[in-house]
C-alpha cells in the first residue's frame, strides 16, 4: 500500500514563494508517476503539474506555466513542487496523486494523499 503525504503549504504574500513536498512511501517512488492537483472552494480538482517516474518528463498546466516547477528526488521518494509567483488565484489544497502508469495511460489515480493548504493574500 503506497501513502502519500504532503507538506509545505502555509499562507504567502502575492509574488512570493512556496515549496510543496510530497513524500511516498509503501513503494519506491521511481516505480510510480506523481501529479499535482489541487482544489479551490466552489471549484472542481484541477491538474497542476505531473512528473514521469524517471522524472525525465513534466507536463504542466497552462495556469502555472512558467510559474511552478515540479521535481522529484528518488533516492528520497519525495516530488516537490515549486511555486514562484504566487497569485491570489493559486489559493487551494494541493494534493499528490500517485500511480505505476505512465502519465499518459492514467485514467484513475490509485493513491492520493490528504492534502496541504496553499493561501495567497494580495
Known amino acids: 500500500q503506497v501513502q502519500l503525504v504532503e507538506s509545505g503549504g502555509g499562507l504567502v504574500q502575492a509574488g512570493g514563494s512556496l515549496r510543496l513536498s510530497c513524500a511516498a512511501s509503501?513503494?519506491?517512488?521511481?516505480?510510480?508517476?506523481i501529479t499535482w492537483f489541487r482544489q479551490a472552494p466552489g471549484n472542481e480538482r484541477e491538474f497542476v503539474a505531473a512528473?514521469?517516474?524517471?522524472?525525465?518528463?513534466?507536463y504542466y498546466a497552462d495556469s502555472v506555466k512558467g510559474r511552478f516547477t515540479i521535481s522529484r528526488d528518488n533516492d528520497k521518494n519525495t516530488v516537490y513542487l515549486q511555486m514562484d509567483s504566487l497569485k491570489p488565484e493559486d489559493t487551494a489544497v494541493y494534493y499528490c496523486?500517485?500511480?505505476?502508469?505512465?502519465?499518459?495511460?492514467?485514467?484513475?489515480?490509485?493513491?492520493w494523499g490528504q492534502g496541504t493548504q496553499v493561501t495567497v493574500s494580495s
Open positions: 509503501g513503494r519506491a517512488s521511481s516505480s510510480l508517476t
Open positions: 512528473i514521469s517516474r524517471s522524472g525525465g518528463i513534466t
Open positions: 496523486a500517485a500511480d505505476s502508469l505512465p502519465y499518459r495511460y492514467i485514467t484513475g489515480y490509485s493513491y
